[in-house]
């Protein structure tokens, strides 16, 4: 049962435009919420996280949105450079439960010139 | 730091063959952690250790995997007998502190026919 969803899997846009990256969750007990980047035949990398007590949390080019009534958090990612064309995963966990992280299916980004 | 360390980076065996996938955390970090990533089921936790002493198995699919670490700077996780479902990416990642961010190592992919 995955409890933590992004619904699309690809995304495509132009160099210099805003990526929005989108994750949805199941669990109302989940209050740490993370976004890992991966490339091609590397690991995953840690981007951005926020926790459930603030709905916004920034650096750089990336920012976190978390709307806990919803059961929702995005990447805004302005603008996109090539180098940000990856695997990008939305991980949730829960005090609750360990801190065990939950992950979404990843949504592929492609970073057109 | 070279990083989290994984070998071997890919391996292909029969099925009832013995596999032993192999990680180096980085030096410092005290927690440990296996996972899998499959096209059916994401990226899932399989078992992670604290001072190289087990905590959480319960992501372990079958008896058929175990996994140990004897020390601080080794882990290993082992599949006997393989079967081909078996087959997948096999991530392992360390942090410091329960809640330090997890650094991946470039994964093993198994293939097992």
Redesign the interface.
Known sequence: D?QVKQNSPSLSVQEGRISILNCDYTNSMFD?FLWYKKYP??????LISISSIKDKNEDGRFTVFLNKSAKHLSLHIVPSQPGDSAVY?CAASAQTN????S????TTVTVRA | DAG?IQSPRHEVTEMGQEVTLRCKPISGHDYLFWYRQTMMR????LI?FNNNVP??DSGMPEDRFSAKMPNASFSTLKIQPSEPRDSAVY?C?SSRG??G???????TRLTVT
């Open positions: 995955q740490y035949a590397e690991g995953p990398t840690f995963f360990d801190y065990k992280l992950f979404g299916a990843g | 989290v994401g990226l899932e936790l992670y905590i959480d991530f990642a329960r809640l961010e997890q650094y991946f190592g470039p994964g």
